[in-house]
């Protein structure tokens, strides 16, 4: 078998690639310079990227003169990946999609970031997002937004639109993402894209510029479930930096994935349908697809069991209490006395002035209302009422979760509610994108993993619709078998992946 071509590179998964690339048959330099020209090529339209890495093709090229050594590499060495801008990197700014850190370049390397270089990825840039991951569209990047490769006039998702749009426009095989609500599975839902939500603890936040800090948690997106795994592989596991990080060992997703993909792994498994997770506010082609992907897995072998978490209708306007009362404390450092932008009143003026100029200036319009009401919702005298009641909602959801993790191995439900709606559609009314996050949310609340993987086109509309699963804390392996068990029946419907349905990118 001949190599595959620049074209087919980028068509690869990550898992093939690095084959490829132990055995000889393709080289770093040139699995990155196809990922490179497609970036040239297309990102002009998609505007995934907001940095290119300009070592990106050196990198390889040590990784190719190791590996020529004889030197033994880690399995994914030379494999490309994309980063979303949450991420602090050494060598690249590192924005989190706002003005006021525009250009600051971090004096160091998350873990996660560290991670991947121990593993000798190559990381090919920066991904677009939402302001400080305050979104579901990306529209609230202060650079602008990304656009959903299946149909550019429409959102990617958000706030990692960037490295899911980069994902599905076949920029880089793999990314990284954070999710504090959805960010990584509501936007592999409407790009066609496999994310994952860790476990809270799983994978290190130390380096990962904070909105959430209970919420947060950074996590693989890829166009294969098995991706995903190796992708999580890699960045899992104790961080002593991280005070939240689980000091447990974890299984191999990738085992787990593999396992998955053996023909019979759904047999007896008890699949949670939730039950407040579907119905009214759902996109009609959303609920069709979610019940024959449910049908699908029921002649499987699967158990298909109705569970009930009475709480969760309660969970976004908790999240929407909890989230901008961290954000406000997490954001309180973007100061311009410590990081980015300063800006100086004409004339001067005190250090109070500058602090108010600056952020006037350096924060965009979701950022300052999340702001203001998370410090409302944490002053005195309305503390109880507000933050207090949203931790108490927060705890009856976990037991929620407990009851339903009692009934079933693992619960289902759309990603999100709608495919990838139109740009500016949402963006006048914050609530209309709040509620987006309907189905992820929960998950944050509670510290559990979640999935979303594509499982169809929605009839009405022909773009992609997602599947989110959820395990109990701690089984992030449980979700990796059971994606890449769906994922293969899926896949033998459709005679192919989903994301090979997706149109041509025109390019430059
Ligand atoms: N869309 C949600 C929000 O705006 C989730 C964001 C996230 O996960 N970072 O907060």
């Known amino acids: 078998m001949s190599a595959p071509g620049p074209a ?31 970036i040239a090529a297309v990102d002009g339209d998609v505007h995934a990227f907001l940095h290119v890495n300009a070592a990106a093709l050196e990198t390889a090229a040590q990784v190719d003169a190791d590996r020529a050594a004889g030197i033994l590499l880690p399995a994914l060495a030379g494999v490309p990946i994309a980063i979303k801008d949450v991420l602090c990197t050494l060598d690249m700014p590192s924005t989190s999609g706002s003005k006021i850190l525009e250009g600051w370049v971090p004096p ?84 066609g894209s496999v994310g994952v939500k860790p476990t809270y603890g799983g994978v290190s936040r130390y380096g990962a510029i904070a909105l959430a800090s209970s919420l947060d ?36 997703m990738a085992a787990a994935a593999r396992a998955g993909q053996t023909g019979d792994a759904l047999k007896g498994v008890r699949v949670g349908v939730v039950k407040q997770l579907e119905g009214e506010g759902f996109q009609a082609g959303v609920s069709s697809v979610y019940h024959e992907t449910l049908e699908l897995m029921a002649k499987a072998g699967a158990e298909i069991v109705e569970v009930s978490a009475p709480h969760f209708e309660y969970a976004v306007a908790a999240y929407y209490l909890i989230l901008p009362a961290e954000a406000s404390s997490n954001l309180a450092k973007f100061d311009s006395v410590r990081f980015g932008l300063r800006v100086t009143p004409a004339g001067g003026g005190t250090v109070e002035e500058v602090m108010g100029a600056t952020r006037e200036v350096g924060f965009g319009p979701e950022v300052k209302r999340r702001i203001i009401l998370g410090t409302y919702a944490l002053s005195a005298g309305y503390y109880d009422a507000y ?122």
């Open 217 to 252: 948690q950074v996590g693989p997106v890829s166009r294969s479930v098995l991706d995903a795994a190796l992708v999580h592989d890699v960045i899992g596991g104790h961080d002593p930096r991280d005070a939240t990080s689980i000091p447990d060992a974890w299984p191999s």
């Open 108 to 191: 160091y390397d998350a873990t996660v970031v560290a991670r991947l270089r121990a593993a000798r990825m190559i990381p090919l840039g920066k991904t677009n997002m939402d302001e400080f991951a305050m979104g579901s569209s990306t529209e609230h990047s202060a650079y602008g937004p990304t656009k959903n490769p299946w149909d550019l006039t429409r959102i990617p998702g958000g706030s990692g639109g960037g490295s899911a749009a980069a994902v599905s426009a076949f920029e880089a095989p793999v990314a990284l993402g954070s999710d504090t609500g959805g960010s990584i599975r509501q936007p592999a839902a409407v790009t």
């Open 8 to 38: 087919d590179l980028t068509r690869t998964s990550a898992a093939d690639l690095a084959a490829l690339l132990t055995a000889g048959e393709v080289s770093s330099v040139e699995v990155t310079r196809a990922h490179l020209d497609r």
């Open 387 to 508: 933050y207090g009641s949203a931790q108490k909602v927060r705890t009856l959801i976990q037991r929620d979760f407990a009851a339903c993790f009692e009934q079933a191995d693992i619960l289902v439900s759309p990603s999100a509610p709608t495919t990838a709606f139109r740009f500016g559609e949402k963006l006048a009314d914050p609530l209309a994108m709040y509620l987006n996050d309907v189905t992820t949310i929960p998950a944050n609340l509670a510290g559990v993993p979640g999935m979303g993987l594509p499982m169809g086109l929605a009839p009405e509309d022909g773009l992609p619709v997602g599947l989110q699963l959820m395990a109990p804390a701690r089984e992030d392996a449980r979700l990796y078998t059971a994606g890449a068990a769906i994922e293969q029946l899926l896949e033998a419907q459709w005679g192919g992946p989903l994301w090979a349905k997706a149109p041509e990118l025109r390019t430059a």
